[in-house]
């Protein structure tokens, strides 16, 4: 069954602003605006596998391997922005710069922004010529 392209665009919109509203929540009620920082890692951080992905798309040879380590680049710099995003509430946590709340709302908010970017590149970014495609 297929699902309407503007169907799966409201719903990720909805979810994406629903962690940005998250991360808003962070800063404003607790007057630390930090996490809107740590939103932009989450919000950026699948960009290097788009980029690699593209690179990988735009010179399909074979015999180069350089097309294979751009790619890997690319996973890497996004699991590392990642990563990077989780522990950063964390961090300021520990060092008492955020409150508990604050943390747990700037994880689950970003979260829901990298859950959204990766899930809108999977679905828009898919081929359409495949054959069995019910």
């Known amino acids: 069954m297929k699902i309407n392209p503007l169907t799966k665009i409201i719903s990720l919109a909805t979810v994406l602003a629903a962690g940005f509203l998250l991360i808003v929540l962070a800063g404003a ?3 630390n605006w930090s996490p809107v920082a740590i939103a932009l890692v ?3 951080a699948h960009l290097p596998i788009a980029i690699s992905n593209q690179l990988n ?3 399909d040879d ?3 391997e ?3 380590y751009a790619l890997d680049f690319g996973k890497f710099l996004s699991a590392f ?3 990077s995003g989780v522990a950063l509430p964390i961090l300021l946590f520990h060092s008492h710069i955020l409150q508990f709340p604050a943390m747990i709302l700037t994880l689950s908010g970003g979260i829901l922004i990298y ?3 990766f899930t809108f590149t999977e679905f828009f970014d898919a081929r359409e010529d495949d054959v069995f495609d019910v």
């Open 115 to 117: 859950g959204t970017v």
């Open 81 to 83: 922005l990642f990563v």
């Open 62 to 64: 074979f015999l180069n």
């Open 66 to 68: 350089s097309t294979a």
């Open 42 to 44: 989450f919000a950026f």
């Open 29 to 31: 009620i607790y007057g």
């Open 57 to 59: 798309v735009n010179f």
